[in-house]
């Protein structure tokens, strides 16, 4: 057996990947944010999302069944005026939901803007 390859010699050999360290330096930025505001950050962020999904799922809601209307046929009278009203309700629905979610958005922007401001170095 060579005296290179005997197991002592493999089993005190550094086995993996190497690791090298680089340290970096890198300047943070901090907030004087209470809790509150991060909860009504959060909570804002939240709720824009949700209105922003129930607007998208109305919205296709909507489409879809205006594509149905008119690649079909024939359509029952009464089935038919009640995709009407359903597809403009669907409509409404996406509008007011998306109009809420922006609301909200400007909203959160509004405060983290003011956060900023208030927590600026100039200030002090």
Not at 11 to 31: D, F, I, M, P
Request: aromatic share 8%; proline share 2%; net charge positive.
């Amino acid at each position: 057996m060579d005296k290179a390859r005997s197991p002592s010699k493999l089993a005190a050999r550094a086995r993996g990947a190497s690791v090298r360290h680089l340290y970096v330096t890198r300047e943070v930025k901090t907030y004087a944010i209470q809790e509150n505001e991060i909860r009504t950050l959060g909570a804002l962020g939240t709720l824009a999302t949700i209105f922003w999904s129930v607007g998208s799922g109305a919205l296709s809601l909507g489409l879809s069944m205006r594509v149905n209307s008119i690649l079909q046929v024939q359509i029952v009278k009464p089935n038919q005026e009640l995709a009407s009203t359903l597809m403009w309700i669907f409509f409404v629905i996406a509008a007011v939901c998306y109009g809420v979610a922006i609301i909200l958005a400007l909203s959160r922007h509004s405060i983290w803007n003011t956060i900023r401001r208030e927590s600026s170095s100039e200030q002090f």
